[in-house]
């Protein structure tokens, strides 16, 4: 779906068009956000499963600042077309690649009580150095009745808190994130800096990005992940109340910003890391989903927010308190999420010494 919608987009006749493929694009980006991240916390162990999801985040990290310069030379020789065409082409080509190393989510083939599927659990067993199995793990349930639509079930009694609180914590992450990466140029030329500075802080900003998720894995595997990610939030929010006050010095105001970029980063990956925990097999995909759509949302909001309070007189230092604000109750949102204690995906829990 994401090939599909960039390279219809470089064939795209009008504005209404283009935009119409950019939503199907970023419905085939959400789900493989969504999926990418649960088969990674599937298949790692308990003390790795942070940082195996965080290295996810971090490769999207460094495909979108990568795939940005590759933009610029391409846009400028090419044409806008160009750069839809080029990321449609790569995007296809890993089709291929997905089909035939990727493995399928073990908590999913559990689920699937038929010969086909224990052969492809067996598979995976053994290419990871574990036994076979001669049925699948647990007794077979009786026939029920027709199961609820997964929305309806990450919002029953059972799951709504988390779900509600996952919603929060991914909007408010979010809208901080993207107001952050997307304002933050323009307002340091605001607070009184040249644009090649201003520029030079969004740079900053990007490449401690690329830190922020590894250094969030490595912090989980000695600490609990909600923990560390609370932290980030709270980090990431008292950054940004000294960042405006400190551009009147350049070397600490860039310094300010790397940091930022590693903190605000770090807070999108553990929220991916963190957000499979705690849902259930069958309904897994669709929590991460429906949180990193809703912190979609956020990221939508935000860049209007800030362009609303710029035009009614607020100034950058409001700006960023506000947006500090936002992420400490970003924060409060994950403190209160409630961790199952049972949390491993099946699958792997029988490899947690691996």
Not at 66 to 78: R, T
Not at 107 to 116: E, K, N, V
Not at 169 to 175: I, L, P, T
Request: with cysteine; aromatic share 8%.
């Amino acid at each position: 779906m994401a090939a599909a919608g960039m390279l219809l987009s470089a064939a795209s006749r009008d504005a209404v068009q283009l935009g119409l493929l950019r939503v199907l694009t970023g419905v085939g980006i959400g789900g493989i956000l969504a999926a990418s991240n649960v088969i990674a916390a599937e298949y790692a162990n308990r003390r790795w499963r942070g940082l195996a999801v965080s290295l996810n985040s971090t490769g999207y990290a460094v495909g979108a600042t990568a795939g940005g310069v590759i933009a610029v030379a391409l846009q400028g020789s090419y044409g806008w077309r160009s750069v839809f065409a080029v990321g449609g082409v790569a995007t296809a080509l890993l089709v291929g690649a997905v089909l035939w190393r990727l493995p399928e989510s073990l908590d999913f083939l559990l689920t699937q009580r038929s010969p086909r599927a224990l052969d492809r659990l067996n598979a995976l067993l053994a290419a990871m150095g574990r036994p076979p199995l001669d049925s699948p793990p647990g007794a077979p349930e009786a026939p029920a009745a027709e199961p609820a639509p997964r929305l309806r079930q990450i919002l029953s009694p059972a799951h709504r808190r988390n779900t509600l609180l996952t919603w929060a914590g991914f909007f408010a992450v979010m809208f901080g994130f993207y107001f952050v990466t997307s304002w933050t140029p323009k307002l340091l030329v605001e607070a009184g800096m040249s644009a090649g500075q201003g520029i030079t802080g969004g740079v900053l900003l990007n490449l401690g990005g690329i830190f922020g998720a590894t250094l969030l894995g490595l912090l989980a595997a000695r600490f609990a992940l909600k923990r560390v990610l609370v932290g980030y939030t709270l980090a990431t929010a008292a950054l940004l109340t000294v960042f405006v006050p400190a551009t009147s010095v350049y070397g600490l105001v860039f310094a300010l910003g790397a940091l930022i970029g590693v903190f605000v980063n770090g807070c999108v990956a553990g929220l991916y890391a963190l957000t499979p925990s705690i849902y259930p097999p069958e309904v897994r995909a669709t929590g991460v989903g429906w949180g990193i759509g809703v912190g979609r949302i956020g990221a939508i909001v935000s860049p209007l927010v800030a362009g609303w309070l710029l035009d009614a007189g607020w100034g950058p230092g409001r700006l960023y308190l506000l947006v500090a604000a936002v992420l400490v109750a970003g924060g409060l949102a994950v403190h209160a999420f409630r961790i199952p204690a049972a949390a491993a995906p099946a699958a792997v829990a029988a490899g947690e010494g691996r």
